[in-house]
């Protein structure tokens, strides 16, 4: 049963062209969350998805950036006119239900980061 | 809104040594609480999930205690090694369903 994949695992962008991350949650998980994590800082939740709805989009800048986790295929996290202060790691993590009071735990992915030149 | 802190923010220990990592969090009305190690570069590994009706959970070295009421974890590391060289991230789930996370404590063992 492989594990979160997150794909790729180091992006190059200059600045203005677009990010795409991609995230496949481990097999039968159908609840995605992503987190950004900067350099000397913790994990900061950016949004949680379910297949085709997104539940939580309250850490994701309201501009440029976009997320969607359809019925087939990942669960792809966009940024569109990438500026400097976007690069950083991008990380997935998958759970089977979403997080409940009786369940709640969280599988993470290797990471994408992204730099942006 | 939740806060989580991890205390010490860096440690550096030689081989051998017991260890206590503290996790400390403001709204104590949470769900679980799970400790994760992550590598240099690397994605996080969960190391142990504690739900918040037990007091504590054990996997080989690794010991970790919850005390809801006073908004702490602490998680204890046995004869540490070289290789326990990480950092170590507390996550807090509580009523909003989205995990919060501290910054973690960067763990050095050396031999």
Same mark, same amino acid.
């Given at each position: 049963?492989?594990?979160?994949?997150?794909?790729?695992?180091?992006?190059? %962008?200059?600045?203005g062209?677009?990010? %795409?991350?991609r995230?496949?949650?481990?097999?039968?998980?159908?609840?995605?969350y992503?987190?950004?994590q900067?350099?000397e800082?913790?994990?900061?939740?950016?949004?949680?998805?379910?297949?085709?709805?997104?539940?939580?989009?309250?850490?994701m800048?309201?501009?440029?950036?976009s997320?969607?986790?359809?019925?087939e295929?990942?669960?792809?996290?966009?940024?569109?006119?990438?500026? %400097?202060?976007?690069?950083?790691?991008?990380?997935?993590?998958?759970?089977?239900?979403?997080?409940?009071?009786?369940?709640?735990?969280?599988?993470?992915?290797?990471?994408?980061?992204?730099t942006?030149? | 809104?939740?806060?989580?802190?991890?205390?010490p923010?860096?440690l550096?220990?030689?081989?051998?040594?017991?260890?206590?990592?503290?996790?400390s969090?403001?709204?104590s009305?949470?769900?679980?609480?799970?400790?994760?190690?992550?590598?240099?570069?690397?994605?996080?590994?969960?190391?142990?999930?504690?739900?918040?009706?037990?007091?504590?959970?054990?996997s080989? !070295?690794l010991?970790?205690?919850?005390d809801k009421?006073?908004? !702490?974890?602490?998680?204890?590391i046995?004869?540490?090694?070289?290789?326990?060289?990480?950092?170590?991230?507390?996550a807090?789930?509580g009523?909003?369903y989205?995990?919060?996370?501290? !910054?973690?404590?960067?763990?050095?063992?050396h031999p």
């Open positions: 049963n492989a594990g979160v994949m997150q794909n790729p695992r180091h992006l190059v %962008r200059r600045r062209q677009e990010a %795409r991350l995230c496949s949650p481990m097999k039968g998980h159908s609840h995605v992503w987190y950004r900067l350099p800082e913790g994990l900061k939740f950016m949004v949680y998805l379910q297949k085709e709805n997104i539940i939580d989009e309250s850490g800048p309201k501009e440029r950036f997320a969607e986790f359809p019925k295929g990942p669960s792809i996290l966009r940024i569109q006119q990438v500026v %400097r202060g976007d690069s950083a790691a991008y990380f997935c993590a998958s759970s089977p239900n979403g997080l409940t009071a009786n369940t709640g735990e969280l599988f993470f992915g290797e990471g994408s980061r992204l942006v030149l | 809104k939740q806060e989580v802190t991890q205390i923010a860096a550096s220990v030689p081989e051998g040594e017991n260890l206590v990592l503290n996790c969090f403001t709204d009305a949470i769900y679980n609480l799970q400790w994760f190690r992550q590598d240099p570069g690397k994605g996080l590994t969960s190391l142990l999930l504690i739900q918040s009706s037990q007091r504590e959970q054990t080989g !070295r010991n970790a205690s919850l009421s006073s908004g !702490r974890s602490t998680l204890y046995a004869a540490s090694q070289p290789g326990d060289s990480a950092t170590y991230l507390c807090v789930l009523g909003s989205i995990p919060t996370f501290g !910054r973690g404590t960067s763990l050095i063992v």
